[in-house]
């Protein structure tokens, strides 16, 4: 075998394994989007403030569930999302990252979540 016959194999073969890879992007981040388990103590910073969020029906509970690990001005700039997404969202803090929302709660704050930023958003701007 001549070395630009080598060459052209290996050029091939790395156009294969790129294909590859490039197709599979968005099937390998969806697996990445769990968080691992890690084998040592992590330490995290979470934010401090005694902000709350603005008097509104069921903002107690939001603050009560939420402002232990985001801030008020994260909650209050979310894009506006039909509620399936913001339970699908809670339910990921839940079961992934270990939040303690308590469940009966969930109704409220996807109430809240829909009045602040969900397709009912109007009714307070």
Known sequence: ??????MRRIGALMAVVTAVAV?????LAKKSAVAPTPS????????DSDAV??????????????LSCHSVE???NQPA????????EIDKMRTVFGAHVAP????DILDYLM???GETRRTWR
Do not use: F, Y
Request: charged residues 25%.
């Open 115 to 117: 009045n602040l930023h």
């Open 104 to 107: 009966g709660d969930i109704d």
């Open 53 to 66: 969020l603005p008097d509104r029906p069921k903002a107690e509970v939001v603050d009560r569930n939420c």
């Open 81 to 88: 999302l039909p509620r399936t997404v913001w339970a699908a």
């Open 74 to 76: 994260m909650i209050e």
């Open 40 to 47: 040592q103590p992590v330490t995290i910073e979470l934010p």
């Open 23 to 27: 197709a599979s992007g968005p099937a």
């Open 1 to 6: 075998m001549r070395h630009s016959d080598g």
